[in-house]
């Protein structure tokens, strides 16, 4: 299983960015998938989920201003991320919800005051 992340940068407050991830050997409409990140001296944190019935989760911080979505036919996860805040600054990966993770190289979100 593969899990690449992409889509990170440098981006100031009030900013929006949108995050991809391609995966292989996993197919993301048949898992529940998740985006994670691990900001700096922190503990690695489930910020959004999909489920594969199209439920969607939010961590409250996150709440109104990320969007999870998929693209089946590309077994592609997005995250859109708007109205951003320096304290979404952090390493974000995705991965599946439930049993053994396969963390990829994650994407640097980095979001300036």
């Known amino acids: 299983v593969q899990l690449q992340a992409s889509g990170g940068g440098l981006v100031q407050a009030g900013g929006s960015l949108r995050l991809s991830c391609a995966g292989s050997?996993?197919?993301?409409?048949?898992?529940?998938m998740g985006w994670y990140r691990q900001a700096p001296g922190k503990q690695r944190e489930l910020v959004a989920s999909l489920t594969t019935g199209g439920t969607t989760n939010y961590v409250d911080s996150v709440k109104g201003r990320f969007t999870i979505s998929r693209d089946n036919a590309k077994n592609t996860l997005y995250l859109q991320m708007n109205s951003l805040k320096p304290e979404d600054t952090a390493v974000y990966y995705c991965t599946n919800v439930w049993g053994r993770k396969y963390w990829g190289q994650g994407t640097l979100v980095t979001v300036s005051s």
């Open positions: 050997g996993m197919m993301f409409n048949f898992n529940d």
